[in-house]
């Protein structure tokens, strides 16, 4: 299955350092995975996973303080879709646990590179199924009543250009969220690119490497500080344009 330029990030958790290095150099064979952390402690698993939500979580069952399962169940409120959790462990007892945590498969230990090869091929097609739908969805538009349809994690929304204000970038999260005249706020799968936003329409203009704006509410943009003002009721808003997009800026302006 073949995948865009990014390489699936994977984290492992087991309280085996031998396991973790076997499983390691094992995905070294992969050039479209990389590993970048491993922890043997659950404890010091749970923050890392959190901020970097990795493509692929390899998680062992039994540590000496606490479970696999007890982890992932910790988790589950802050990863996203896109984490596939994998648990893997010596004993095929846990493997129906698994499947009930929601895990999207099962390693038994010693396991063979053909099943290890298995899994990450479907991995690699669900998330290619995901993306092709992320763009589909964004690129459909519906001309009757000039709404576009925009994925987010937990839903499809139906707007209208008019009704964002603007996409900002979350780091932490590494995923765009998308900003409402309303106030609400929804992130978007990861799948979504910077480029994906603004090609939905020329209203949508960057105004720095974290924002994009619906230019619509743009009133005017500082010289010195180049805070951008927004109308009303948005004018208490705190938006800065960067130098490297200001000249994008008064392009799109003077060309409205």
Partial sequence: MEMKNQALTAIIVDDEEK???TLAADLKDYPDVEVVATFTSLQKAKAPIIRQQPDLLFLDVEFPQGNGFELLQSLQPYLQHKTHVIFYSAFDRYMIDALRASAFDFLLKPYNVSELETILERVKCEIVAHTNHFELALEKFFQHDGKF???????LLLLRISEILCFKYLED???WSIVLTNNEQHR?????KAED???MGKNLIRIHSNCILNIDYLASVENKTLRCQLYPPFDEMELYAS??????????IQML
């Fill in 19 to 21: 396991a973790i290095e």
């Fill in 188 to 192: 978007l799968r990861s799948s979504a």
């Fill in 149 to 155: 349809a925009v994925q987010t994690i937990s839903r």
């Fill in 243 to 252: 130098r490297r997009y200001y000249s994008k800026i008064k392009e799109a």
């Fill in 197 to 199: 936003i603004l090609g």
């Fill in 173 to 175: 999260q590494r995923s």
